[in-house]
């Protein structure tokens, strides 16, 4: 009998999440055993959430992809033969050269996303496809730019306050984020406020989880928080709870808002937008005006709307309105994103794009693939992203990726929606197989890891086929051959702020770091530079399509990210909408029916559950699934347009119209 030898070595979670958890994982045989969340990092604090405690399960998944594969049968239908890498990169530099003397480099793309979420992994294939004058990919569109564009809008370059902070507030307002779900490493820091007799107030149309554990919980009719917050700033200044001398000295255009927009949100009409009733308007903006440090979190829902890019600027003055930024335990998180200050162009290289070429926004890929020409997309290239499932009007990206003359190249772990229709599929590590640095946008650490294990099979992780790719392209930027250590070096050479203190050599030591917090009192923009003021206005109706549809992140699931494991598809169950009681009566429908949710752009089956977790006229359903979870027509984003937010450029998924019938 042989004994496995363990040991037991740091990582960091490389999902896309607010915590970026530090790991302790267990490894023998060149296998990962155990992972445990580190108790020495202050905001993991040795637990982990139910995704990622049994991760073995996923690394060593039987369902993970273990060599390059070559489509042999139709797009979409998944039918592969395995083949070597040396085969996959020739016939890969084959078809980009040919589509680069065909079309243009311009009919190329390619792009990494959040699948992993590592400084290097993430950002190095930029640089390759600079490299080739490939079309530009903003990426992030389909989360968080509307919501970042809104934020600075109102506060320009200032970060959200290190989260740990809200310990010291007594009031703790959380605004369209559903923390127990997608971001429960705080819950203990605001339990901690709470014994402390701090209150939690969540904004929300869902009852999440999150608002089950709240003192109180308001449930706005979706899209309505920009009236919402505008009524708010209306009863603070007209009954003086602010010392507005204060927030003029750190703002700009007050006295405008003041004059031309607040006096048409007064509590009645903002209760006739957001369906809150006036009263409960007055309580929470004198709630919020008196607390002595009120914590504003505030969550990416909102900002998913055709107005959501002004909701979060409006939101985000609140905590300006009432003068809590320089109160311990006051201000407002969003993310941390902008606290950092690393040189990503030392990884990014737009330096090696010689000539400006278009940019395709990720929120609209499926138009990208199905209408662009002059030149058509004619090679696309995926790493750490499932578009055909995630992505607005995944009928048109799936019609798109269906094209014959489109060649595709998937690199995942598993054998997803999107890899289901590549030509080539490339098998990719998980992060615990890479050697990467990792900034949290949620909080204020960063944190070097190793490698935990060999790769498992033969996967690749983004870096190293990026690499590779460049090595037989003939590209021979240094960029491309540095090791990780160089990489961190680079990111540090020339970086700016409080990361601009880091070492290389602190980092390496694989220690999670922690940047100093500084209070800031940021210059609110009440006005933007424009001269536009926030202000409301009603989206158009369709009576034919009468509920509104809500989607967000499974609780077991990330996006689509666990499909792979079989424990957690089985916890998240198979995918629901919720119904208020008035509409499910309305329809016959009762839980656990049959049930279809439809609209002009398609119909999807799922299962019904009722209760009034939604206000009646909302529909919710909590989890990104592939096409074949569903009883027909998913996967869910069918049903969701490609209509951008106001401003930002992000997706609108939360402006969904859509019915729901029996069977
Ligand atoms: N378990 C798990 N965790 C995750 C993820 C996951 O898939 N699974 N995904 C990660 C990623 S990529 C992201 S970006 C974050 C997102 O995390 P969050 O910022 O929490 O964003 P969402 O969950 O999309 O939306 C938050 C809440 O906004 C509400 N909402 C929707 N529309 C409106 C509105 O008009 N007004 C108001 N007030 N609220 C509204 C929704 O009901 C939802 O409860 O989570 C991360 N964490
Ligand atoms: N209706 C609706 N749609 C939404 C949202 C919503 O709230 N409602 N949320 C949106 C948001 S916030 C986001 S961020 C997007 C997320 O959308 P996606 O980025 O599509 O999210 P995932 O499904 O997690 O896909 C990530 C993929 O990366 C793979 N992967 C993991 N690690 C690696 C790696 O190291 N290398 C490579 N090459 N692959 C890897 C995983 O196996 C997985 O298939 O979805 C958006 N879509
Ligand atoms: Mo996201």
Redesign the pocket.
């Known amino acids: 009998m042989s004994v496995t030898e363990t040991r037991i070595v740091r990582a960091v979670c490389g999902h896309?999440?607010?915590d970026q958890c530090s790991l302790q994982v267990t490894v023998g045989d060149g296998r990962v055993l155990r992972v445990a969340g580190d108790p020495a990092h202050p905001f993991t604090d040795g637990w982990l959430c139910g995704?990622v405690q049994n991760y073995e399960e996923r690394v060593h998944s039987p369902d993970r992809i273990l060599t390059p594969l070559r489509r042999v049968g139709p797009k979409g239908e998944a039918s592969f033969s395995p083949i070597s890498w040396d085969e996959a990169l020739t016939e890969i530099v084959a078809r980009w050269r040919d589509v680069q003397r065909r079309l243009g480099s311009e009919a190329l793309v390619g792009y990494a996303y959040?699948g992993h979420m590592g400084l290097i992994n993430r950002n190095l294939p930029r640089a390759l496809f600079h490299a080739l004058g490939a079309s530009q990919f903003q990426s992030g569109t389909v989360?968080?730019s509307a919501a970042e564009a809104g934020w600075t809008r109102a506060l320009g370059d200032t970060p959200g306050v290190d989260p740990e902070t809200v310990v010291e507030s007594d009031l703790i307002l959380c605004?369209?984020?559903?923390?127990a779900?997608?971001?429960v490493h705080l819950l203990p820091f605001i339990e901690r406020a709470r014994a402390r007799g701090a209150r939690l107030v969540v904004?929300?149309?869902?009852r999440?989880r999150t608002a089950r554990m709240a003192e109180w919980h308001l449930m706005?009719r979706?899209?309505t928080?920009t009236a919402l917050a505008l009524g708010l700033m209306h009863v603070i200044v007209r009954d003086g709870l602010t010392d507005l001398d204060a927030v003029r000295a750190s703002s700009i255009g007050l006295d405008r808002l003041i004059a031309e927009t607040l006096p048409a949100y007064d509590p009645a009409r903002v209760a006739a937008i957001t369906g809150i009733e006036a009263r409960e308007i007055e309580r929470l903006g004198r709630l919020y005006a008196t607390a002595r440090a009120p914590f504003l979190r505030i969550?990416?829902?909102?900002s998913?709307?055709a107005g959501g890019a002004t909701t979060i600027w409006t939101i985000a003055l609140l905590a300006s309105l009432v003068n809590s930024w320089a109160k311990p335990g006051g201000g407002a998180h969003m993310d941390s994103v902008k606290i950092w200050g690393w040189n990503y162009g030392a990884l990014r290289r737009p330096d090696l794009l010689k000539r400006p070429t278009r940019t395709i926004n990720h929120s609209l890929l499926g138009r990208a693939l199905t209408e662009y020409d002059d030149p058509p997309i004619a090679a696309l290239f995926i790493a750490a992203n499932n578009p055909a499932v995630t992505c607005p009007d995944s009928a048109r990206v799936r019609t798109g990726l269906a094209r014959e003359d489109l060649f595709t190249v998937v690199h995942d772990l598993f054998l997803t929606d999107t890899a289901r229709y590549a030509d080539i599929v490339l098998p990719a590590t998980t992060a615990l197989e890479t050697d990467d640095l990792y900034r949290s946008y949620g909080t204020y650490y960063v944190q070097y890891a190793a490698r935990s294990i060999d790769p498992i099979g033969e996967a690749r992780s983004n870096a190293s086929l990026t690499a590779e790719l460049a090595a037989r392209l003939g590209i021979d930027d240094p960029v491309f051959t540095r090791s990780p250590r160089e990489h961190v070096a680079a990111l540090l050479a020339g970086a700016t702020g409080p990361t601009g203190a880091l070492t290389v050599e602190e980092l390496l030591t694989g220690n999670p770091v922690k940047l100093p917090w500084g209070v800031r009192v940021p210059l609110a923009r009440f006005e933007a530079e424009d001269g536009l003021l926030p202000s409301w206005s009603e989206p158009a109706a369709d009576p034919r399509w009468p509920l509104h549809l809500?989607t967000?992140?499974?609780?077991f699931?990330?996006?689509t990210a666990y499909e792979g494991v079989e424990r957690l598809r089985r916890r998240e169950g198979r995918p629901t909408c919720l119904l208020h009681p008035f509409d499910a009566e309305a329809r016959g429908i009762r839980a656990g029916d049959e049930v279809t949710i439809a609209n002009d752009r398609g119909a999807v089956g799922l299962w019904a559950e009722v209760g009034a977790g939604v206000p009646s006229g909302t529909v919710l359903v909590t989890t990104q699934r592939s096409r074949a979870a569903y009883r027909h027509g998913g996967p869910l984003n069918v049903l969701v347009g490609d209509g951008l937010s106001d401003f930002g450029a992000g997706a609108t998924y939360?402006d969904t119209r859509i019915d729901v019938r029996r069977g």
């Open positions: 896309d999440c607010p995704k959040s989360c968080d605004w369209g984020a559903n923390l779900t997608t971001n904004v929300d149309p869902a999440t706005p979706p899209g928080d969550g990416m829902g909102p998913r709307h809500l967000g992140p499974g609780h699931q990330a996006h939360q």
